[in-house]
T-cell receptor
Framework: AQSVTQLDSQVPVFEEAPVELRCNYS??????LFWYVQYPNQGLQLLLK??????LVKGINGFEAEFNKSQTSFHLRKPSVHISDTAEYFC????????????FGKGTKLTVNP | DGGITQSPKYLFRKEGQNVTLSCEQN?????MYWYRQDPGQGLRLIYY???????QKGDIAEGYSVSREKKESFPLTVTSAQKNPTAFYLC????????????FGPGTRLTVL
């Protein structure tokens, strides 16, 4: 069964610092990868996704992620964070076309301090 | 404006009572999903539906039931059989398959007293 591991449950950073949120998946077949963001007491919003093509994916709000097949990783990065980026971030994976089911990681809570 | 609405935002129920959570979308999406979110656990899939009058169990369907009589609506009933129902419930929809972006509602926080 596919699984997703988000290595850090909490990441505190200062405003304007760079950040990397780590995500690893376990699968021996082709994968499709997603990052979602959840602001407090709200639903989730898609940041970016990798389906095929370029391994560097750019998303909304200045975030990007790189698919690394050899390391089975899909880490999320932003070069300079803002207070408004404080939220919980979820990595998710589908391992086969038509499986209909996203599998989510447990989330990383990013806190940006002034 | 197109989107997904969930009601109510907060819901309290006594132990032993069934309760139904509403989810409506006007995005003309075929697929709809229900997730449960607990602190530190991420999202877990309860049920999903690809088309009207059809739905499938997710990973934690025990103690829950759904219906999909209309394309726009996918209500979730939390039954008294659900042993630990207190949680944040999220509804989502997508155009068709799960590779399409899932759009989420604002959630319903259910507390069992």
């Amino acid at each position: 069964a596919q699984s997703v591991t988000q290595l850090d449950s909490q990441v505190p950073v200062f405003e304007e610092a760079p950040v990397e949120l780590r995500c690893n998946y376990s699968s021996s077949v082709s994968v499709y990868l997603f990052w979602y963001v959840q602001y407090p007491n709200q639903g989730l919003q898609l940041l970016l996704k990798y389906l095929s093509g370029s391994t560097l994916v750019k998303g909304i709000n200045g975030f990007e992620a790189e698919f690394n097949k050899s390391q089975t990783s899909f880490h999320l990065r932003k070069p300079s964070v803002h207070i408004s980026d404080t939220a919980e971030y979820f990595c998710a994976v589908i391992t086969e076309w038509g499986s209909e089911k996203l599998v989510f990681g447990k989330g990383t809570k990013l806190t940006v301090n002034p | 404006d197109g989107g997904i609405t969930q009601s109510p935002k907060y819901l309290f129920r006594k132990e032993g009572q069934n309760v139904t959570l509403s989810c409506e979308q006007n995005l003309n999406h075929d697929a709809m999903y229900w997730y449960r979110q607990d602190p530190g656990q991420g999202l877990r899939l309860i049920y999903y539906s690809q088309i009207v009058n059809d739905f499938q169990k997710g990973d934690i369907a025990e103690g829950y039931s759904v219906s999909r009589e209309k394309k726009e609506s996918f209500p979730l009933t939390v039954t008294s059989a659900q042993k630990n129902p207190t949680a944040f419930y999220l509804c989502a929809s997508s155009i068709r398959l799960a590779l399409d972006e899932q759009f989420f509602g604002p959630g319903t926080r259910l507390t069992v007293l």
